[in-house]
């Protein structure tokens, strides 16, 4: 539970994975699609070209994102970390 709670708060990681649930929603969307294109057979949609095809998007998508992770991460986590000095709230608005 630490480790989900700390991932919240990190703003880095979540800037760098922000895209990761859409990715993953089409990806889904697309292979339901394929199957339910071969059970009716749509020449086309339903191709085993078109699955190898989006499995290999899916796996590019996942090597992108692991790759990001470890060479990305520490640069971004530097660049968002913050100063005690920078944290000043204030009331005024400008």
Not at 14 to 38: E, Q, T, Y
Not at 62 to 78: A, T
């Amino acid at each position: 539970m630490r480790f989900l709670r700390q991932r919240k708060e990190d703003r880095a990681f979540r800037k760098l994975m922000a895209d990761v649930p859409a990715k993953c929603f089409w990806i889904g969307f697309l292979i339901l699609l394929n199957i339910g294109a071969r059970y009716e057979r749509f020449p086309l949609v339903g191709a085993r070209f078109v699955m190898i095809m989006i499995l290999a998007y899916a796996l590019y998508s996942i090597w992108k994102h692991v790759r990001d992770y470890r060479k990305k991460l520490p640069m971004m986590r530097e660049q968002f970390k913050e100063s005690p000095m920078q944290k000043k709230y204030t009331t005024k608005k400008y």
